[in-house]
Nanobody
Framework: QVQLVDTGGGLVQAGGSLRLSCAAS????????VAWFRQAPGKERLFVAA????????TYADSVKGRFTISRDNAKNTVYLQMNTLKPEDTAVYYC????????????????WGQGTQVIVSS
C-alpha cells in the first residue's frame, strides 16, 4: 500500500521558518519525481516546488523562489520543503505528490498524494 505522510506544518509568525517532510512507503521512491502543492481555503491547489528523482533538478513557483528549498533523501524515502521568510499569503494546506513527470504544474500528473499539513502564517 502506497502512503505519503506530510508533517511539519504549524503556526508561525511572518518572517519565520518551517520545514515540511513527506515520508513515503510502499513504492520505489527513488523512481518518482516529487512535488509540493498548496491549497488555500476556497482556492485551487497550486504548484509550489518539484524535485527530480535523483534530487539534482529542482523547480519552483515564482511566488516562493528564493524563499523555499525542496530537497530529498532517497535513503530515507523522504522529501523536504524548507520554507523561510514566510508570509501570510503562504498560509495553506501543503501536500506532497509523487509521479512520473518532472516539474509538472498539473495535479493530474501525480499518482500519489499525501494527506496534507496545515501551515498558518500570522502577520
Amino acid at each position: 500500500q502506497v502512503q505519503l505522510v506530510d508533517t511539519g506544518g504549524g503556526l508561525v509568525q511572518a518572517g519565520g521558518s518551517l520545514r515540511l517532510s513527506c515520508a513515503a512507503s510502499g513504492l520505489s521512491f527513488s523512481n518518482y519525481h516529487v512535488a509540493w502543492f498548496r491549497q488555500a481555503p476556497g482556492k485551487e491547489r497550486l504548484f509550489v516546488a518539484a524535485i527530480g528523482r535523483s534530487g539534482i533538478s529542482t523547480t519552483y513557483a515564482d511566488s516562493v523562489k528564493g524563499r523555499f528549498t525542496i530537497s530529498r533523501d532517497n535513503a530515507k524515502n523522504t522529501v523536504y520543503l524548507q520554507m523561510n521568510t514566510l508570509k501570510p499569503e503562504d498560509t495553506a494546506v501543503y501536500y506532497c505528490a509523487a509521479g512520473g513527470i518532472y516539474g509538472s504544474r498539473w495535479t493530474a500528473a501525480y499518482n500519489y498524494w499525501g494527506q496534507g499539513t496545515q501551515v498558518i502564517v500570522s502577520s
